[in-house]
């Protein structure tokens, strides 16, 4: 069982920048790949990033050199760190963590866990 809790969502203005965590607890977070989704009222949840167990990393098109994921297993924590933000960056973003699931990562059922998600709102 693992357990994820995102922090350092907020309120920022377009072009800006934030960077979120994801905190976890429980088996060891080196042991699982680790996505971050994003979600907007009334919309499917939206794949964002995923950082693999081996630091590779891959990007949803509409985030490509803007957004950057990273993870420190010594911390158990992993990172999205957000820049030149936009309005349609507006959503709930969170993380998920996958073991040894089969499917794809860039689907949302290719994950075991999940956090509660944070609001990052971008102000035009």
């Known amino acids: 069982q693992v357990q994820l809790v995102e922090s350092g969502g907020g309120l920022v203005q377009a072009g800006g920048s934030l960077r979120l965590s994801c905190a976890a607890s429980?088996?060891?977070?080196?042991?699982?790949?680790m996505g971050w989704f994003r979600q907007v009222s009334g919309k499917e949840r939206e794949f964002v990033g995923y950082i693999a167990r081996s630091g590779v990393s891959y990007y949803a098109d509409s985030v490509k050199g803007r957004f950057a994921i990273a993870r420190d297993n010594a911390k158990n924590t992993g990172y999205l760190q957000m820049n030149k933000l936009q309005a349609e960056d507006t959503a709930v973003y969170s993380c998920?963590?996958?073991?040894?699931?089969?499917?794809?990562?860039?689907?949302?059922?290719?994950?075991?866990?999940w956090g509660q998600g944070t609001q990052v709102t971008v102000s035009s």
């Open positions: 998920a963590a996958r073991g040894l699931m089969t499917g794809s990562f860039y689907s949302k059922s290719g994950y075991d866990y």
């Open positions: 429980g088996r060891t977070f080196s042991s699982y790949g």
